[in-house]
């Protein structure tokens, strides 16, 4: 088993800048690869990024490339998600996820095995 716990979230006005930050523990073998996901009111969980191999690569959704940067620390099992340039449309739950199957598409959210319990970011104009 694999507990993650996120902090960091807040409100920021448009372009402002938040970190918001992932701790794993338990299995934390289970950490390899992981991944920030978001969802807004009404809508699905959207992938926004992922890290695999401990930053060796990473991906990133296109709505957010260029503006977040994910990143991870293997030492302290965290991974946090640099965002700037925050736009209105970023206002979302943030969730971490962690251990992804083998051979699956990082961008799918069911392909996670475990998650966070969110944290709230809100931007506004």
């Known amino acids: 088993q694999v507990q993650l716990v996120e902090s960091g979230g807040g409100s920021v006005q448009t372009g402002g800048s938040l970190v918001v930050s992932c701790t794993a523990s338990?299995?934390?073998?289970?950490?390899?690869?992981m991944a920030w996901f978001r969802q807004a009111p009404g809508k699905e969980r959207e992938f926004v990024a992922s890290i695999h191999g401990f930053g060796y690569r990473s991906n990133y959704a296109d709505s957010v490339k260029g503006r977040f940067t994910i990143s991870g620390d293997s030492f302290k099992n965290t991974v946090d998600l640099h965002m700037s340039s925050l736009k209105p449309e970023d206002t979302a739950v943030y969730y971490c996820a962690a251990s992804l199957g083998y051979g699956l598409a990082p961008q799918m959210a069911n392909n996670w095995r475990y998650w966070g319990q969110g944290t709230q970011v809100t931007v506004s104009s």
């Open positions: 338990g299995r934390t073998s289970s950490t390899y690869e």
